[in-house]
T-cell receptor, first 110, second 114 residues
């Protein structure tokens, strides 16, 4: 039973536009949510996170939004750059347990 | 060396072989993790060592055996694997209980079972 879902396996966006990656979860006990970025032949790299007590966290071009009532979070990248092309994983945690989505492959077209 | 390192980066083994994957973290963290990443599937948490306690995913077969001799080193011992065990195995570390939940991942070991 998958507790974290990323329903879009891929997304293409023009350079300079906004990229929106979505993630849904089922467990209301999750207290922390994270986004990771992964390039081929490398391990995932931490990007941004948000605590369950917040609804928004911003770091430069990256903003994560959390809607607890909908059990939904999203990652906004503005403006998108070609170097952002990678696979993005959503993760949720409770205690020392982490659950990941299947990833969304983002392609930013120059 | 910095961050999280994993060796070997690639491994091909037969079903009757015994091998071990090694992970080392240089971040002073107190928790280490093994994940399995199969194609088109989410990262699957296999084992956690946190504050010297081990937590495991009950669905992981006994042919995978972890060992954590200290907070900086983590091993995954493999024996009598099956072809469906072919995957990318990722190690990660974090500072559990410190208010930061970020995990830092190694580059992974690409395992092929023939």
């Amino acid at each position: 039973d998958q507790q974290v879902k990323q329903n879009s396996p891929s997304l293409s966006v023009q350079e300079g536009r906004i990229s929106i990656l979505n993630c849904d979860y089922t467990n209301s006990m999750f207290d922390y949510f994270l986004w990771y970025k992964k390039y081929p032949a490398e391990g995932p790299t931490f990007l941004i996170s948000i605590s369950s007590i917040k609804d928004k966290n911003e770091d430069g071009r990256f903003t994560v939004f959390l809607n607890k009532s909908a059990k939904h979070l999203s990652l906004h990248i503005v403006p998108s750059q070609p170097g952002d092309s990678a696979v993005y994983f959503c993760a949720a945690s409770t205690g020392n347990q982490f659950y990941f989505g299947t990833g969304t492959s983002l392609t930013v077209i120059p | 060396e910095t961050g999280v390192t994993q060796t070997p980066r690639h491994l091909v083994m037969g079903m009757t072989n015994k091998k071990s994957l090694k992970c080392e973290q240089h971040l002073g963290h107190n928790a280490m993790y093994w994940y399995k990443q199969s194609a088109k599937k989410p990262l699957e948490l296999m084992f956690v060592y946190s504050l010297e306690e081990r937590v495991e995913n009950n669905s992981v077969p006994s042919r995978f055996s972890p060992e954590c001799p200290n907070s900086s080193h983590l091993f995954l011992h493999l024996h009598t694997l099956q072809p469906e065990d072919s995957a990318l195995y990722l190690c990660a570390s974090s500072q559990y209980g410190g208010g930061d939940y970020e995990q830092y991942f190694g580059p992974g070991t690409r395992l092929t079972v023939t």
